[in-house]
């Protein structure tokens, strides 16, 4: 069955395909490489930061999705827990509450008609992940996580082939082990490997 954000998830895999290209690195792992007239497009070079490159790409990306979707549904830049109020104000009074959610975090994209959320991580997917999964829990609005990560570069001090990204998340049990915890707060939270070339 086709789930009503498909449409948005569909162009966010589209939109990567013009991103990155399959490399091999001499470890003989396959990685998403940064295009280089996708870097030329955000004005950067293969030595720019990655920071830089991950910032750019994103901002693109929501900029697209905006133009696709409407902002009626899309709210990129989405605020952690904006709009919500409080729980348990009926069984307990709260003295000076105020929410200031510009000091929190932010989804990268949320879709506000089906309670999804999509992290678009292009560097440590591993460590967001925790951030993302947080992020999730924090917001009532978020009924499905998209964490999208890719295959990067990855360098091992032992030189083994090691994981990185998308592999590296998919493949961890404790991973498996929070996706599961976070049912238990009715989030369902989906891996998504933003460029699949890489996994063939």
């Given at each position: 069955m086709r789930r009503p954000e498909q449409d948005i998830l569909d162009e966010i895999i589209n939109f990567f395909s013009e991103v990155f290209d399959v490399k091999v690195n001499n470890r003989g792992s396959k990685y998403a490489h940064y295009k280089k007239k996708w870097l030329k497009k955000l004005a950067l070079t293969e030595n720019s930061q990655e920071e830089a490159k991950a910032n750019r790409t994103t901002k693109k990306l929501q900029e697209k999705l905006v133009e696709e979707f409407g902002t009626r549904r899309i709210k990129p830049e989405a605020k952690v827990a904006e709009g919500m109020?409080?729980?348990?104000?009926?069984?307990?009074?709260?003295?000076?509450?105020?929410?200031?959610?510009?000091?929190?975090?932010?989804?990268?994209?949320?879709?506000?008609?089906?309670?999804?959320?999509?992290?678009?991580?292009?560097?440590?997917?591993?460590?967001?992940?925790?951030?993302?999964?947080?992020?999730?829990?924090?917001?009532?609005?978020?009924?499905?996580?998209?964490?999208?990560?890719?295959?990067?570069?990855?360098?091992?001090?032992?030189?083994?082939?090691?994981?990185?990204?998308?592999?590296?998340?998919?493949?961890?049990?404790?991973?498996?082990?929070?996706?599961?915890?976070?049912?238990?707060?009715?989030?369902?939270?989906?891996?998504?490997?933003?460029?699949?070339?890489?996994?063939?």
């Open positions: 109020t409080l729980r348990f104000d009926s069984l307990e009074k709260v003295k000076n509450f105020e929410l200031d959610t510009s000091k929190l975090m932010a989804f990268d994209i949320l879709d506000v008609e089906t309670g999804s959320a999509f992290e678009i991580s292009l560097s440590d997917a591993f460590a967001e992940f925790f951030k993302d999964v947080l992020k999730g829990l924090l917001d009532s609005r978020v009924k499905r996580l998209y964490i999208c990560m890719r295959n990067h570069n990855y360098n091992t001090s032992k030189g083994g082939i090691g994981k990185s990204g998308y592999i590296k998340v998919s493949t961890s049990n404790m991973i498996q082990q929070y996706i599961n915890l976070a049912r238990l707060y009715k989030i369902e939270i989906v891996l998504v490997d933003l460029f699949p070339e890489c996994n063939k």
